[in-house]
């Protein structure tokens, strides 16, 4: 298993354990004149796993956009460990270790399982042995991969295509984990273990996690805070536990 200690260090070296690692501050963003985002907060702190609650449109992808760089916020910051990510851009963010599994995968069909997981290797930046998250850590959690390694990835199912993009960006040993619609096109019964498997990430290297998911009662399952997003604002949040039980939760999509 990797040495991780799940810490997050700031940029100027300080140790920031116990704050939220990552702040989502009033933003404001979208595309061209369409604005998506409208004063939208949350943060999610190096021990939890948080997921992101909505109905199609609402802008739960342009959020994750937003917070791995690849999206201009118009108003409101994005800090991780009490670092505002505004204006850095998408290459540094990810080799600072915020990791963004993006919807449908993406993968490259044609290199092979390992070549793919390699791949998410190469973008670690100040990596110690101590937070290096290794192949065998990979395999373990996605056993179904250890013995494809050297298949295409496009000849797997969606479900370990899944696992290819998830193992990837484990690879890059990330500070941080956004998972856009993990479970997207699985069977029900893989939906869960999947899940699950998110979990165990997060209890293995200690860094929190924010899920985008359709899959509302089996997300909660495994979070331990949700928000809800509508029409670009946030709208309700609170313990996963609380919301499961909420009878005007699913009201709200
Ligand atoms: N690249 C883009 N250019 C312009 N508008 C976009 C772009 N991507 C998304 N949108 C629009 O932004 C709004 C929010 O989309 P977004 O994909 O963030 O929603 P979502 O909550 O993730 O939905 P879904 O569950 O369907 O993925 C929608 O109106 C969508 O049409």
Redesign the pocket.
Known sequence: MAQVDGRITGGDGTSSAGAAALEVVGVTAG?GA?T?LRDVSLAVGDGEVVTLL?H???????LLRAIAGALDVERGDIRFAGVSQLGRGAARIAQDGIALVP?GRGIFPTLSIGENLRLGAGVARNVTDRTRVTLDFVLELFPALADRLHEDAGTLSGGQQQMVAIGTALMASPKFLLLDEPSTGLAPVLVQTMLAQIRSVHRELGIGVLI?EQNIHEALRISDRAYVLRLGEIVREGPASTLLDAPDIWGLF
Do not use: F
Not at 56 to 62: E, L
């Open positions: 595309y369409h998506v909505g199609n449109g609402a802008g739960k992808s342009t919807q985008v």
